[in-house]
């Protein structure tokens, strides 16, 4: 084979690569931009009022469904379980906020957003925020829970 022949061979393999590259590169941001596009889409956030956290929280649970749950009776008794230690105080809705009242914690106030079935309260005021997912409260053995 000619030396002319095979610099056109190199050229063209050289120039059907990259076009391969750029393909493999665009197709692969294009379906992460899909991806994440599809998730925002998908997990919208939105702010709940006061009435919204009164109804969503009422007789219900917040669980990481692992290490904690703050239980939001409709007396306004907070009754919180965390790595096996009990604590009660209580909760209330002051505005657009949810309002907690513990002992060893503190009192605190939070914002609430909701994002599909999670939940984050947000803090008004210093600390950090407490997630997780609303489910009917337990109400058997709670020690063992």
Known sequence: MSEGVQKVRLV?????????LIAALATGIGGLVTLDAGFVAAESVRTLTG???RAAF???QLTDEVHYRFVYDGDGTLRTYSMGV???GKWRIQKDEICLYIEDMGDDCYRVAQ?????ELKPTG???PIDGILEPAYHGDEENR
Do not use: H, M, V, Y
Request: charged content about 25%; hydrophobic content about 25%.
């Open 12 to 20: 063209e393999s050289k120039s059907q690569l990259a076009r391969c």
């Open 51 to 53: 009435a919204q956290i």
């Open 86 to 88: 009990k604590q009660a």
């Open 126 to 128: 210093p600390g950090g």
């Open 58 to 60: 009422t007789g219900k």
């Open 115 to 119: 994002s599909g079935k999670r939940f």
